[in-house]
């Protein structure tokens, strides 16, 4: 029996001037978590000082935001900016794409390297293993908000769910197909169909279990590009297989009849992935106490 999506308040925190939503907070969560985790890498880090945290932070949070509005107007919603070119600052209305804050996190890391004379790879494999942390919190806000939800399930599993959010979706699901009537509850006065809750999929394998490898691989000394392999490769993985289980963009084809867009921009990250980690240990290039 699927549970129905706890229809959460978006607005976590009401000052009556000021509105603290959910969402704004779970990046305040992100960007802290990042900022202490980064602080406690330099504790067996000569190379990096608590002031360089600061900028590293800071860099890395203009790079998310902006990288992950304009990545996903462009990569999800490229029609509507053409049509409306003022639609890229109207995130009021919700829009972020990872692939995208990547980009601007990338972007951003390679002004920090510029500035501190460091290598673009030793930047980035101090900081990968915060990021998982936020990509967590990333998805627990999704899921607050009903949003992203996953695809109809047709299993009796206990853990499927109702997204009141959903109601035009599965209308319409139900209106193609009539025999999905079968499966769907009343909730509300809607049908509604059970789901995944993929944020919660993509909250325990993109932040928890990627956070979990990543720190303990980075515990030890291991050479340029290896953090970096190890961070695209698993992201990459675990985001291919939890799209699966995530419902497709409205309005957009499968490519194949199977393969989503989160999948397709996620292939490039594997594959680059798998070639940084064969250069790592090929060049054997260590940025701090080389492993014995």
């Known amino acids: ?23 704004g907070l779970m990046y305040l969560l992100a960007f802290a978590a990042a900022y202490f985790l980064a602080w406690v890498r330099t504790k067996s880090r000569a190379d990096f000082t608590t002031e360089m945290v600061s900028d590293l932070v800071f860099f890395g949070s203009v790079g998310v935001i902006l990288g992950g509005r304009i990545g996903y107007v462009i ?3 490229f029609s509507e900016l053409i ?3 003022l639609y890229l600052f109207r995130v009021w209305e919700g829009g972020m794409s990872f692939h995208g804050g990547f980009v601007g996190v990338l972007l951003a890391m390679w002004y920090f390297a510029h500035k501190y004379k460091k290598s673009p790879f030793t930047v980035l494999d101090f900081i990968a293993p915060c990021v998982p942390t936020g990509l967590f919190f990333g998805r627990i806000g999704n899921f607050i908000n009903g949003e992203l939800w996953g695809r109809v399930s047709h299993s009796d599993a206990s853990h499927l769910m109702y997204f009141p959010q959903a109601a035009n979706a599965d209308f319409q699901m139900i209106q193609a197909n ?6 769907a509850a009343d909730i509300g006065g809607y049908l509604l169909l059970p789901r995944h809750p993929s944020q919660l999929y993509q909250a325990a394998t ?9 720190w303990w691989f980075s515990a030890k000394p ?9 961070f695209l490769l698993i992201y990459g993985l675990s985001r291919f297989t939890t799209e699966f289980f995530r419902q497709p963009d409205v309005g957009y084809e499968l490519i194949f009849g199977w393969m989503t867009k ?5 292939l490039p990250m594997i594959v680059i992935g798998v070639i940084l980690m064969v250069m790592a240990y090929q060049k054997q290039i260590y940025d701090w106490n080389k492993a014995k």
Do not use: C, K, T
Not at 178 to 183: D, K, P, S
């Open 262 to 266: 989160g999948q397709l921009y996620s």
């Open 75 to 77: 990569l999800y919603n």
């Open 83 to 85: 049509a409306n070119p």
């Open 222 to 230: 291991r050479p340029r590009y290896a953090v970096s392999a190890m």
């Open 206 to 214: 993109e932040g928890i279990l990627l956070f979990i490898v990543l």
């Open 1 to 23: 029996m699927a549970i129905v999506h706890p229809q959460i308040d978006p607005v976590a925190l009401d000052l009556g001037v000021v509105e603290m939503h959910w969402y």
């Open 178 to 183: 009539l025999a999905l009537q079968q499966i």
